[in-house]
């Protein structure tokens, strides 16, 4: 099993910004695709941000240029640099990651969620 263990919620004003990050652990070989999704109140969860193994990086159209995601894979870990914070980007953030336990056992892991809330 991947246990995913997210951090950095919190209450911000209007324009600040915030740091979520997340940490993997369990037995990994190969952790593929990290991810960042959100759910506000009585809306879907939607994708915010993803990032392959390879570096590669997709954003939801609402977040482009304000938000950043990156990871260490050395540590396994993502994080989500979110600048210029919204009222509507408060939500439950959810970190999400996929690979292999083993060469082939695949897995797909949740967060349990981080709260950030943006004050206007």
């Known amino acids: 099993q991947v246990e995913l263990v997210e951090s950095g919620g919190g209450l911000v004003q209007a324009g600040g910004s915030l740091t979520l990050s997340c940490a993997a652990s369990g037995s990994i070989f190969r952790i593929n695709t990290m991810a960042w999704y959100r759910q506000a109140p009585g809306k879907q969860r939607e994708l915010v941000a993803k990032i392959t193994g390879g570096g590669n990086t997709n954003f939801a159209e609402s977040v482009k240029g304000r938000f950043t995601i990156s990871r260490d894979n050395t540590k396994n870990m993502v994080y989500l640099q979110m600048n210029s914070l919204k009222p509507e980007d408060t939500a439950v953030y959810y970190c999400?990651?996929?690979?292999?336990?083993?060469?082939?056992?695949?897995?797909?892991?949740w967060g349990q969620g981080t709260q950030v809330t943006v004050s206007s």
């Open positions: 999400n990651a996929d690979g292999f336990t083993t060469p082939l056992r695949p897995f797909g892991s």
